[in-house]
């Protein structure tokens, strides 16, 4: 008799390339950023907090404030490599990015290995600027900003930076958006041979 088990959770978040576009893919396939726990889980496996760092003030306040940040990026990102530029979004990245981040110190864990740690408990805003720096940074890069993609996925909103070998890659995930395309494709064949 087989065990069946429900499959696993999502990720919490999509590696992109950039923690401004890990930010942006968020929404989709579901809204990962719906609860402060959420936040809280992605902030860690994002890298910008640490993990154990206990982020007392974070509330549904935090959440507004990202996800407003979340929209002003999308926003600001699918302007340049659509050459629509979106003034309103990136003016308010850059009033974002202007709160200083939280200050990293180096600690000693139990073992004796140096491990990353937050000065203090980090505040929303100085997050929020990490988030808004970093998409300043890439979209004012040239060489990075080339490499934006949009996933050529049916239905994929998702962005990423194309760090693949030529500066190729189609799609946000081969196994998932790739594989539809791929069955997809084969399906028309299919359908064609038959008739």
């Given at each position: 008799?087989?065990?069946?088990?429900?499959?696993?959770?999502?990720e919490?978040?999509?590696?992109?390339?950039?923690?401004c576009?890990?930010?942006?893919?968020?929404?989709?396939?579901?809204?990962?950023?719906?609860?402060?726990?959420?936040?809280?889980?992605w902030?860690?496996?994002?890298?910008?907090?640490?993990?154990g760092?206990?982020?007392?003030?974070?509330?549904?306040?935090w959440?507004?404030?990202?996800h407003?940040?979340?929209?002003?990026?999308?926003?600001?990102?699918?302007?340049?490599?659509?050459?629509?530029?979106?003034a309103?979004?990136?003016?308010?990245?850059?009033?974002?990015?202007?709160?200083?981040?939280?200050?990293?110190?180096?600690?000693?864990?139990?073992?004796g290995?140096?491990?990353?740690?937050?000065?203090?408990?980090?505040?929303?805003a100085?997050?929020?600027?990490c988030?808004?720096?970093?998409?300043v940074?890439?979209l004012?890069?040239?060489?990075?900003?080339?490499?934006?993609?949009r996933?050529?996925?049916d239905n994929?909103?998702l962005?990423?930076?194309?760090?693949?070998?030529g500066?190729?890659?189609?799609?946000c995930?081969?196994?998932?958006?790739?594989?539809?395309?791929?069955?997809?494709?084969?399906?028309?064949?299919?359908?064609?041979?038959?008739?």
């Amino acid at each position: 008799m087989a065990l069946h088990t429900a499959p696993a959770p999502y990720e919490p978040r999509f590696d992109s390339g950039r923690s401004c576009l890990d930010l942006v893919a968020t929404t989709h396939p579901v809204e990962r950023l719906g609860s402060v726990a959420g936040l809280r889980a992605w902030l860690v496996g994002t890298g910008l907090v640490p993990a154990g760092t206990p982020l007392r003030a974070a509330g549904p306040a935090w959440l507004t404030a990202f996800h407003e940040l979340r929209g002003q990026i999308r926003q600001s990102v699918l302007g340049e490599i659509e050459h629509r530029p979106a003034a309103e979004a990136l003016e308010r990245v850059n009033a974002l990015a202007a709160e200083a981040p939280p200050a990293p110190r180096a600690v000693r864990a139990a073992d004796g290995t140096l491990v990353r740690a937050l000065g203090e408990d980090p505040d929303c805003a100085a997050l929020v600027a990490c988030l808004a720096r970093d998409a300043v940074d890439l979209l004012t890069d040239p060489g990075a900003r080339a490499r934006i993609r949009r996933c050529e996925g049916d239905n994929c909103p998702l962005v990423y930076l194309d760090t693949s070998r030529g500066h190729r890659r189609r799609w946000c995930s081969s196994e998932v958006c790739g594989n539809r395309e791929r069955v997809a494709r084969h399906r028309r064949r299919a359908a064609l041979a038959r008739t």
